[in-house]
């Protein structure tokens, strides 16, 4: 069964430093999404892409992230400078249409010291 | 933002027994959706509603759209050791913000054998 895959598992980081998470999305896929999840909280929504531009973004989105599909099959999420409050699973989904049924992967999980 | 109170936060219960969890929102969802999530995982959709009113069957589990499309119920019948997890509601206003998930704050289940 086709699924969407993320990597790295889990990244250790010094605050200040860059990180890129990378997704895989399920491949006939047209919509694209960033979750995160704070050890024990809700899942929160970050951020949607579909034909190559961000179609929306919540607060927690701000000018340290940025997101790229920089080849057609690899969907990026990039923090520029963590914080400590970054540290958070972080979920790559998808979908085919407009339904909500989204795919979620199994999360990579950040760690900010 | 949009909230979304889910309940109860945990349930213990024995195998076998059923199980009710709901959530009620402030403002109006289009489409609501059950997820699991298994530790470590990301989340896995369970139910997809998309009419107020509907009610939904997936094997064991039933879920209902409420009429004021302001809430949801999700029924586990004849728990199983499996069924351990969290269980999480999820809203789709629509419009533009398709895939953006408004998710509650999770139900725990834990099951005795």
């Known amino acids: 069964e086709p699924e969407v895959t993320q990597t790295p598992s889990h990244q250790v980081t010094q605050m200040g430093q860059e990180v890129i998470l990378r997704c895989v999305p399920i491949?006939?896929?047209?919509?694209f999404y960033w979750y995160r999840q704070i050890l024990g909280q809700k899942v929160e929504f970050l951020v949607s892409?579909?034909?190559?531009?961000?179609?929306?973004k919540s607060e927690i989105f701000d000018d340290q992230f940025s997101v790229e599909r920089p080849d057609g099959s690899n969907f990026t999420l990039k923090i520029r400078s963590t914080k400590l409050e970054d540290s958070a699973m972080y979920f790559c989904?998808?979908?085919?249409?407009?339904?909500?049924?989204?795919?979620f992967g199994e999360g990579s999980r950040l760690t900010v010291l | 933002g949009q909230q979304l109170n889910q309940s109860p936060q945990s349930m213990f219960i024995q195998e076998g027994e059923d199980v009710s969890m709901n959530c009620t929102s402030s403002?109006?969802?289009?489409?609501w959706l059950w997820y699991k999530q298994d530790p470590g995982e990301g989340p896995v959709l369970l139910i997809a509603?998309?009419?107020?009113?509907e009610l939904t069957s997936n094997g064991r589990l039933t879920a209902q759209f409420g009429i004021t499309r302001k809430d949801s119920f999700l029924n586990i019948s004849a728990s199983i050791p499996s069924d351990v997890g969290i269980y999480f509601c999820?809203?789709?206003?629509?419009?533009?913000?398709?895939?953006?998930?408004?998710f509650g704050q999770g139900t725990i289940l834990t099951v005795h054998p």
């Open positions: 989904a998808s979908t085919t249409d407009v339904t909500g049924e989204l795919f």
């Open positions: 491949s006939n896929h047209l919509y």
């Open positions: 892409f579909y034909n190559n531009e961000i179609s929306e």
């Open positions: 403002s109006i969802f289009n489409t």
């Open positions: 509603l998309y009419k107020a009113g």
């Open positions: 999820a809203g789709q206003r629509g419009g533009t913000s398709y895939g953006k998930l408004t």
